[in-house]
């Protein structure tokens, strides 16, 4: 095996010394400049990535901390940031908290020194570990969810008000009137403001969101399932139901085929996240569909851009649009269509994002 050539190499070939040739790789300035970089060239060095860390103080390394490394969501969002890394020769180090901010906190704690900036989903909007990262220096990018307080991070984000808005009208528009929900954890973004969402599209559809029957599910399957088990428990259970999130919806269709509850005859559902899974079930599941791996890749594009050392710009708060894809998972309720009164207020009107929405892509 051919041995890789080294900095003494490329300084005996240009007739300078080795800390010569490691001053000019630092940027500094040489008077062989030239007559290095024609013996780099001729021998085809490359220095050590590691030495190159060193020297730099920078560690090639971006932490991406995720609450549930199984959700196929934060799978793709990890795809995308990772083939953006590549290009500029990062590693990806990745860690699972779980959906819990203890743990979060401790895997933070540890990463000062060790990593060059993070790129995080908060378990909880209330976090406060990583404003400690970024009072000692490392560069934090949000994906999917944010804190609460002034917008000191740049976060990535999708329009959950509107999916939820186009789940909810698609349910109304086909003429369901008791609706379910099955939230996730509401201390974390995406739970809240598709629950928030949820409530306000009923409102503006004229109907009472009190009269709505909602259970916790934690973003798990598990909680998917019990919470599905209890809707369908209640005297009067829904004929239509929104779940807020991929894995819910896994253990929320368990339940129905556990029961025998036929979808979409006796109950239609629409989960949000879209996987290639559910496309293939039967009957196919009508979902709200985002662009997860554009996620990462966006986030990473602000983190490297962050670490570039010229970026003073203030922090952005970017959200990408979602769709619904219909399939066979939803149809009219059993007895009937569309209420007049439903039908004619019409499935466009979703609640208005309060916060501003810039959708560029850096």
Not at 6 to 24: F, K, L, P, Y
Not at 59 to 86: H, Q, Y
Not at 226 to 239: D, F, H, I, K, V
């Amino acid at each position: 095996m051919e041995q890789q050539p080294t900095i003494a190499d490329v300084a005996r070939r240009a007739g300078v010394s080795s800390s010569t040739v490691s001053r000019h790789m630092m940027g500094q300035a040489v008077k062989s400049r030239e007559a290095i970089e024609e013996a780099i060239a001729a021998l085809g060095y490359r220095p050590s990535p590691i030495a190159q860390s060193l020297r730099s103080g920078r560690t090639l390394t971006i932490a991406m901390v995720i609450p549930d490394i199984s959700n196929p969501f934060f799978g793709s969002a990890v795809k995308g940031a990772e083939a953006i890394a590549r290009t500029r020769d990062y590693s990806l180090a990745l860690y699972n908290t779980d959906e819990s901010e203890a743990i979060e906190s401790r895997i933070l704690e540890r990463l000062h020194g060790r990593v060059d900036g993070v790129i995080m989903a908060p378990s909880v909007e209330s976090d406060s570990a990583p404003l400690r990262l970024r009072e000692h220096g490392v560069p934090v990018v949000f994906i999917d969810r944010e804190i609460a307080g002034p917008t000191l991070f740049d976060t990535v984000l999708v329009d959950n008000q509107g999916g939820t808005a186009q789940a909810v009208n698609h349910l109304l528009d086909l003429g369901h009137r008791r609706l379910g929900i099955i939230r996730g954890p509401v201390a974390s973004t995406p739970a809240r403001l598709r629950y928030e969402s949820f409530r306000d599209t009923l409102a503006a559809r004229g109907l009472d969101p009190g009269e709505a029957t909602s259970e916790d599910g934690d973003f798990r399957e598990e909680g998917g399932y019990q919470a599905m088990l209890r809707l369908l428990s209640r005297g009067q259970p829904p004929t239509g139901v929104f779940v807020s999130n991929n894995e819910m919806t896994v253990g929320a269709v368990r339940a129905l085929r556990e029961l025998g509850v036929s979808m979409p005859r006796e109950l239609s559902l629409v989960g949000f996240d879209d996987h290639v899974v559910a496309a293939l079930m039967t009957p196919a599941l009508t979902v709200v569909n985002r662009p997860s791996e554009e996620q990462g890749a966006i986030a990473m594009r602000l983190l490297l851009h962050r670490l570039s050392g010229t970026a003073e710009d203030p922090a952005r708060r970017i959200v990408l649009d979602t769709n619904l894809v219909v399939r066979a998972s939803t149809c009219p309720p059993p007895g009937g269509g569309a209420p007049p009164e439903v039908a004619r207020a019409g499935s466009t009107h979703h609640p208005l994002n309060a916060a501003p929405i810039d959708r560029r892509d850096p």
